[in-house]
């Protein structure tokens, strides 16, 4: 499985990015499709992830202003972002990943920088 994010870029405090990752294998193949972020001298963590068939679920500091999106038609998975604080700042990586029997295989895009400045 491939991962193409694309979308970054740099806007100001309470602007908005829509980020985007198109994926090689069919979206019904996957089990959870999400979004996480790295900042700059921190861990990388959960910003938005959706499993098939079941929760949405964000992270505290973006519930209300993001919201991830599945285009299965385009195979895609979207990050509408609004109201973009620098802390919002960071390399953003999809991620999905399958089940397979009892293993889970686990796949990473190569990110895209979101730079929010005050």
């Known amino acids: 499985v491939q991962l193409q994010a694309s979308g970054g870029g740099s806007v100001q405090a309470g602007g908005s990015l829509r980020l985007s990752c198109a994926i090689s294998?069919?979206?019904?193949?996957?089990?959870?499709m999400g979004w996480y972020r790295q900042a700059p001298g921190k861990q990388r963590e959960l910003v938005a992830a959706?499993?098939?068939?079941?929760?949405?679920n964000y992270a505290d500091s973006v519930k209300g202003r993001f919201t991830i999106s599945v285009d299965y038609a385009k195979n895609t998975v979207h990050l509408q972002m609004t109201s973009l604080k620098p802390e919002d700042t960071g390399v953003y990586y999809c991620?999905?990943?399958?089940?397979?029997?009892?293993?889970?295989?686990?796949?990473w895009g190569q990110g895209t920088l979101v730079t929010v400045s005050s």
């Open positions: 294998a069919s979206m019904h193949s996957l089990n959870t």
């Open positions: 959706v499993t098939e068939g079941g929760p949405t």
């Open positions: 991620n999905v990943d399958q089940l397979y029997q009892a293993d889970k295989y686990v796949y």
